[in-house]
């Protein structure tokens, strides 16, 4: 049986990197989240760093692009699909 790969949330706000690369083997991608414990392909610890989508262009390998890609398209779609919070209301 299959165990579900659980992550850690990595909020970013506008203008910031949002794309999460394992430095150890420079194959997987993440968007505004790192798996936990470790890598999936190299189990390592802690090695992720954030990058925007256009940095990861520039010098990742097309595997490492196309997750890239990938994660942030369905980080997008999850956050359309998302309904938008009420506003809040101060009580006096």
Do not use: N
């Amino acid at each position: 049986m299959a165990s579900k790969q659980a992550f850690w949330s990595v909020p970013a706000k506008d203008g910031e990197p949002d794309v999460w690369v394992c430095m150890s083997c420079l194959s997987e991608a993440f968007c505004r989240k790192v798996p936990m414990p470790a890598c999936p392909t190299c189990h390592g610890v802690s090695t992720y760093e954030a990058f925007t989508l256009a940095a990861v262009q520039d010098w990742g390998t097309e595997d490492l692009i196309a997750k890239a890609v990938a994660a942030q398209a369905a980080e997008e779609a999850l956050s359309a699909a998302a309904p938008a919070a009420p506003p809040m209301e101060s009580v006096q």
